[in-house]
């Protein structure tokens, strides 16, 4: 762990997203205790709609009146939990799968590898919005949707490296030894395969932020009055011309965000892969 | 008394994107208790095949065709893949990889996977739980010692890259020792080390073997090693046993023509360089009569006609070869 810290420390934008996702975990943790106007969650003040900001509502305030920097800030936790629900799924679905279609070899190895390229050739934002216009909109649904269109990315990283690694000495050394397949899967293999699956849940998890957002903003996801970045982007839409804050706060929160995530990962895999090392 | 291990008339395909290949055609040999065999052939006889067969680890696609695998008296080849985790591999076989750099799992402590196999196959001494563990580590530790690592105690605590190729390569001939087998088996364990390293390993295993009971399976394609280590050997050739006797005898009075080739290769009796002209025949296609027939100097017409029979020569080696029928 502290050959990673200190290796990430003098990566420069890696650091940069090290800091905004500690602090949109922050945010997420302890949001109620920090937002000027926790209770904005859910209140409404018709009087004091659409303030352009300032000192006491920085980031003005919304449609009915809510402080937009309250619900920028409590956003954070919902966005979190969606990006960590759907990563989760994602990975314990996809992760097992590609397990075990690396190490066997046959129909079952086939037809996994085949229903993953089916489901990866279609845009995950597509087949999201299918599964989730399918199911009735709400939050669960969204993330159902996304955690069902994620897994593949996970198969294949995990199914290439198993591939690789059952053909190895070791594995054969543990046969020799006596273990058993599932021992030499899940204990031997799956250690090993760990890096390139965590980089990819690390950069998943701004990834879905982004289109939990899409799907909140095309009404599928998040319903009001949840404080949902997507949803209040969504809102603001008809109060474009006149209130530019209301929807310039929320997005530069999800733009952010997501760069966090991404910034990082891109940190985490210059580290676990050397090979795919961009020149800076 | 039943030999340790008997290999009969061993038959091993593998099923390629050509055609079914036929790696191990009639493969036999003899390791009697307390006794060292070499294994001997070239690159691609079917010396692996034969010790993955034996282990009942063959590769996807390979498919046993005939033969036995008689260890201890039992067919080693009609065991279910349970029986063989449960009551052969490293309780009563050892193994010894090829590659030391390879064959240890990476991202765990030396000492978790040698424990780990000791956990499930070591035999039930009484002791349960924490105790089990404690005697597992201290047997680990005293054969570290016998095994010449350098600080066994913290050994255990180390990650496979911070040992030597050698070191590692006495790690895991320690792991194949810890649960007691009788029976060791040695796929190439000195082909990737230097020779001062290898020199020394040798003479490490020569002296477990009388210290621990055992007999070893040791596979090579290296004479120099058998000469200085065995006592029995047993050639192959493209997939068949073609001599096999006591090593002195079959050094000193090569019967096959084959052993004979390959012996006049060897750079310390050989003026010059020199090797066996022509290739070995593909498994995909095997020749009638004598595998070694193409290439060898005293072939005669009847020898590309029928498969020449097993015959005993005056050497007292088992040799596959018309000259002695």
């Known amino acids: 762990m502290k050959p ?6 003098r990566d ?4 940069l997203g090290l800091g905004v996702v500690v602090v949109v975990l922050l945010l997420a943790i302890f949001g109620p205790w920090i937002a000027p106007h926790p209770e904005d969650a859910s209140a409404s003040h018709l009087l004091r709609r659409l303030k352009p900001p300032s000192a006491d509502f920085p980031f003005g305030t919304d449609n009915l009146g809510r402080d937009i920097l309250s619900r920028v800030i409590l956003g954070a936790r919902g966005a979190l939990q969606i990006a960590l629900t759907v990563v989760v799924v994602a990975m314990l679905i996809g992760v097992p799968l590609g397990l075990v279609a690396g190490y066997r070899s046959g129909w079952l190895s086939e037809t996994i590898m085949r229903v993953t390229d089916v489901v990866l050739a279609i845009p995950q934002l597509v087949l999201a919005l299918a599964l989730a216009q399918l199911l009735t909109p709400s939050l669960e649904s969204a993330m159902l949707a996304l955690s069902l269109t994620y897994w593949p990315f996970f198969t294949r990283i995990v199914y290439a490296e198993t591939r690789r690694l059952s053909a190895s000495l070791f594995v054969d050394a543990l046969r020799g ?6 021992r030499i899967v899940f204990l031997h293999i799956l250690p090993n395969a760990l890096s390139p699956v965590i980089v990819r849940a690390t950069i998943g998890l701004g990834f879905t932020i982004l289109v939990a957002a899409v799907l909140g903003f095309l009404g599928m996801g998040a319903t009001p009055p949840a404080p949902d970045w997507g949803l209040a982007i969504a809102d603001s839409r008809t109060y474009l011309p006149r ?9 530069l929160a999800i733009l952010i965000t997501v760069m966090g995530f991404n910034l990082l990962g891109d940190g985490l895999r210059d580290i676990v892969d050397p090979r795919l090392r961009r020149s800076r | 008394m039943i030999p340790l291990l008997k290999v009969d008339s061993l038959k091993v395909s593998i099923r390629t994107d050509d055609g079914t290949a036929r790696v191990l055609d009639d493969v036999g040999l003899t390791l009697e208790r307390g006794r060292i065999l ?17 282990m009942g680890i063959l590769p996807k696609g390979a498919s046993v065709d005939a033969g036995h695998v008689w260890f201890e008296g039992e067919n080693l080849l009609v065991f279910s893949e349970a029986e063989l985790n449960g009551r052969i591999r490293s309780s009563r076989i050892g193994f010894i990889p090829q590659d030391p750099l390879l064959a240890l799992n990476p991202v765990f402590k030396v000492g978790t996977q040698l424990l780990e196999a000791m956990r499930w196959h070591a035999p039930d001494d009484g002791t349960r739980g924490r105790e089990r563990r404690r005697r597992h580590v201290e047997r680990l530790v005293g054969l570290l010692r016998r095994m010449q690592v350098p600080d066994p105690e913290t050994a255990l605590e180390r990650y496979p890259h911070q040992f030597s190729g050698g070191q590692r390569q006495r790690l895991l001939i320690a792991a194949s020792l ?10 190439e364990p000195t082909t990737a080390l230097d020779v ?3 020199h020394q390993i040798l003479l490490l295993l020569r002296e477990l073997v009388g210290e621990f009971g055992l007999s070893l399976l040791f596979v090579t394609h290296d004479f120099g090693v058998v000469a200085e280590l065995c006592d029995d050997l047993c050639v192959i050739y493209a997939g068949q046993t073609v001599e096999a006797g006591p090593v002195q005898a079959v050094l000193q009075a090569p019967a096959h023509p084959y052993t004979r080739a390959l012996l006049a290769c060897h750079p310390d009796r050989a003026a010059s360089f020199v090797g066996i002209p022509g290739r070995v025949p593909s498994p995909l296609a095997r020749p009638a009569g004598c595998q070694f027939a193409a290439r060898c100097g005293e072939a005669e ?3 590309r006609e029928a498969s020449p029979p097993q015959a005993r020569a005056r050497s007292g080696a088992d040799v596959r070869c018309v000259q002695y029928a």
Do not use: H, N
Not at chain 2, 178 to 187: E, F, G, K, R
């Open chain 1, 12 to 15: 420069l934008p890696a650091m």
């Open chain 2, 196 to 198: 001062t390293t290898q």
């Open chain 2, 38 to 54: 070499g294994v001997v052939g070239e690159s691609g006889c079917g010396k692996s095949t034969l010790i993955r067969a034996i």
């Open chain 1, 243 to 251: 209130a530019w804050w209301y929807a310039t706060f929320p997005g």
């Open chain 2, 178 to 187: 810890a649960c007691a087998p009788t029976l060791v088996i040695a796929d």
């Open chain 1, 4 to 9: 990673i810290l200190a290796r990430l420390s």
């Open chain 2, 301 to 303: 017409p009847r020898c």
């Open chain 1, 177 to 182: 030894v006596g273990a058993a397949s599932p």
